[in-house]
């Protein structure tokens, strides 16, 4: 991150809470993908912004934020090496359509379990993330 002030003086750095502790203690702001777009959204036209969270969300909002009618605004990724969700990557509209197919006819598919103790921390992440 700090190679990213260096070379961009003034910049927003914002992130997603799923980014290791150190850099979302030294981000500008942190949030949900909903939160990270409204930042973007809410600021002043020519801002700049390197966000640090999913290669493909970085890459959609930098094309339609930089556009004159939506501010001219610089975004950049916080991660050199594009920080690629693989299983985000996966999510389809087809799969998506299967899977609630599926479950309308009762059946359940691609099911996750995952052991007590990583359950119960999950859900004190999600919870965080919500407050936020």
């Known amino acids: ?18 980014c290791r502790w150190e850099v979302c203690q030294k981000a500008d702001a942190l949030g949900s993908t909903e939160r990270l777009i409204q930042l973007v959204e809410d600021a002043p036209d020519g801002s700049t912004f390197a966000i ?20 001219n605004k610089k975004i950049i990724t916080l991660d050199d090496s594009g920080c690629l969700c693989t299983t985000m990557y ?14 309308i006819e009762g059946r359940v598919v691609n099911q996750i379990q995952v052991k007590r103790q990583v359950k119960a921390w999950a859900r004190v992440a999600l919870d965080r993330m919500l407050e936020v």
Do not use: C
């Open 90 to 103: 996966r999510i389809s509209p087809q799969h998506l359509a299967w899977a609630l197919e599926n479950l």
């Open 1 to 18: 991150m700090d190679h990213v002030r260096a070379k961009y003086p003034g910049i927003q750095v914002i992130v997603h809470p799923e």
């Open 52 to 71: 640090g969270t999913e290669i493909h969300l970085v890459n959609r909002l930098a094309k339609r934020f930089a556009a004159p009618e939506m501010g």
